[in-house]
């Protein structure tokens, strides 16, 4: 079975695939910016294993082999489902093992705006760490104490809630339906707005969703409040996010994912000090991918004996 890898591994992922050729998987590494390579290796490949870089319907229509897109990660939204099922393509996702790290990096993103960790950081690398202004001090603070809402309450929140109630937060969440859960209150969205210091995105991106957080979801939330964004660009209205940075409510955010991705060098965000930023690898642990792979290749072994595929995605 020809595998189509659209991700630059490194050695050690890469030893970990190469031994897969003893389970009759042959797996050909395709780096993200060699497009012309991808589009040449679809055309006779009947599995991709998709990380970021979007699948169209121009490449499913020419990848006349092709039965399995395989998501590793959670969100599909890179991926042209429609055009997928109209050609009889499964998709699939592998939701959990990514969230782990997903978690971690959501803490980190969380202390560090809240203690300017990108602001000292360039500050002492310039040798001017120990000469900050005093006024510096009124925007730094601690999980202690605050409210944490997070929109979205899965299996990140989750994980994440009792290790910030043991640090001293209050809980808030809203979601689609409220949870089983002694570590949060199910409040509505506005109210979570309201009264979150800390306020931590975790949903898909979908039409509804679409520019969730806009100018006048800033307007509701507390002076100071900070913002953690590891779910989605398209679910902030970046424009807002520019205005609510530079002149409130926020005093700081915290983002691993943009409107558009890579985020462009000149993307003014990339000028504010009270950001702190990483490029959309919240999930990107060797131990994310140890499981990812796992249930990869589970589905393609699947696939070849006619079996049910994890995770199939609705509508594939």
Same mark, same amino acid.
């Given at each position: 079975m020809k595998i189509v890898f659209h991700y630059s591994s490194? @050695?050690? /992922?890469?030893?970990? /695939?190469? =031994?897969? =050729?003893?389970?009759? /998987?042959s797996i050909q590494q395709i780096s993200v910016d060699d497009r012309e390579g991808f589009d =040449?290796?679809? =055309? #006779?490949? &009947?599995v991709v294993w998709h990380v970021l870089e979007p699948i169209t319907s121009e490449h499913i229509h020419n990848a006349p082999h092709l039965k399995l897109i395989q998501k590793i990660g959670v969100g599909v939204n890179t991926i042209d489902v429609a055009a997928a099922v109209a050609k009889g393509i499964a998709v699939c996702n592998m939701p959990g093992t990514n969230s782990q790290a997903v978690a971690e990096l959501?803490?980190?993103l969380m202390l560090s705006a809240l203690r300017q960790a990108?602001?000292?950081d360039h500050q002492t690398r310039q040798g001017t760490g120990w000469n900050f202004p005093a006024e510096?001090?009124?925007s730094l603070g601690e999980i202690s104490g605050k409210t944490v809402g997070f929109v979205g309450y899965g299996e990140i929140p989750q994980r994440l809630a009792p290790i910030l109630k043991a640090m001293g937060a209050r809980i808030i969440y809203t979601a689609?339906? &409220?949870?089983?859960? #002694? #570590?949060? &209150?199910?409040?509505g969205l506005g109210d979570v707005l309201g009264a979150a210091d800390i306020l931590s995105l975790h949903i898909p991106l979908t039409p509804d969703t679409t520019n969730l957080i806009d100018a006048s979801a800033f307007e509701k939330m507390k002076p100071g409040a900070v913002l953690v964004n590891t779910s989605r660009g398209g679910v902030v209205d970046q424009n807002a996010l520019m205005d609510a940075l530079k002149a409130g409510p926020l005093r700081a955010a915290g983002l691993d994912v943009y409107a558009?991705? @890579?985020?462009? @060098? #000149?993307d003014p965000l990339l000028e504010l000090d009270n950001v702190t930023l990483t490029p959309h690898i919240a999930w990107l642990t060797r131990e994310t991918f140890k499981r990812s792979i796992a249930i990869a290749v589970e589905n393609c072994v699947r696939l070849r004996g006619g079996n049910e595929l994890l995770h199939r995605v609705s509508g594939s």
């Open positions: 490194g @050695p050690g /992922l890469s030893a970990d /695939l190469e =031994r897969l =050729r003893q389970q009759g /998987l =040449r290796a679809l =055309r #006779d490949c &009947e959501t803490l980190l990108s602001y000292f510096i001090q009124d689609t339906t &409220e949870k089983n859960t #002694d #570590d949060a &209150e199910f409040v558009t991705e @890579p985020i462009s @060098p #000149d």
